[in-house]
């Protein structure tokens, strides 16, 4: 059973910058995808970026290519969301997600760090 807990969301102007952290507990990780996702207000979930634990191709969102980067640290068991350049539409309850890299749904999630961004 994996477990996921965010941390380091807060309020930030926009262009700033947040860090969000994942940290992972349970089974070894190497076979899992590390997913982040988001969900606004009175919006559906959306995928934001993801990478696989052992490495690979990471994926992003078009909307935060180049200013999002997903980077994990394996020593601490812990993946990473650095965010840049923030803006409005960038705030909602931001996910860390796990999958199984054999499989296409997401089947641990942590509990949310909400992020909001002022204009």
């Known amino acids: 059973q994996v477990q996921l807990v965010e941390s380091g969301g807060g309020l930030v102007q926009a262009g700033g910058s947040l860090r969000l952290s994942c940290a992972a507990s349970?089974?070894?990780?190497?076979?899992?995808?590390l997913g982040w996702f988001r969900q606004a207000p009175g919006k559906e979930r959306e995928f934001v970026a993801a990478?696989?634990?052992?490495?690979?191709?990471?994926y992003y969102k078009d909307s935060v290519k180049g200013r999002f980067t997903i980077s994990r640290d394996n020593a601490k068991n812990t993946v990473y969301l650095q965010m840049s350049s923030l803006k409005p539409e960038d705030t909602a309850v931001y996910y860390c997600?796990?999958?199984?890299?054999?499989?296409?749904?997401?089947?641990?999630w942590g509990q949310g760090t909400q992020v909001t961004v002022s204009s």
């Open positions: 349970g089974p070894t990780l190497h076979n899992y995808i």
């Open positions: 997600a796990a999958r199984w890299e054999t499989t296409e749904k997401y089947g641990y």
């Open positions: 990478r696989g634990w052992s490495g690979g191709s990471t």
